[in-house]
């Protein structure tokens, strides 16, 4: 596809996720998650290219993920509540945002339902202030124990047509 072909706005179906980090969709078919957090992109994108070695392990999780297609560096392709990444930049000057780029399992469906699941043991970095990860903890007592959570979803209400969303 040339970029021309590429159609970028808002993913319909995002269930989480904080604003400034509001993922694209492509033509229905890709979805852009922007890299707001520089100090976290390696480890999401090692992440999502580990699980290309680890996709026919039918021990392993990986193969009900998103398909890793790459990273793309753009510079105009962010959604208006995405943020650059302006760290030693000149004031003024915009800078391209990563973004990793994954298939949309949502496609070909009229209707989705969608999950949002947070894999891990805990949701805070090890150099977050005790406040914060105390905080994390109260919000989801479980999660240690459990290695993972929701962190949104929507789900179809077929008797009335409306989506019921958390």
Known sequence: ATPQDMILKGYAHQVAGHKEEALLGINHRLIMKPMVKKD???RESNFYKQS?????DTNNPTRFIPKFLGI???GNCSSENAKLLLDSVEPGKQVPLPHIVLEDLTYGYEEPNVIDIKMGTCTFEPTASQQKKDSEVRKYPFQAELGF???GFKLLEHNSGTYLKA
């Open 40 to 42: 976290l992109f390696a």
């Open 52 to 56: 290309l070695q680890d996709k026919h």
């Open 72 to 74: 793309l560096f753009c």
């Open 149 to 151: 959570r929701i962190t």
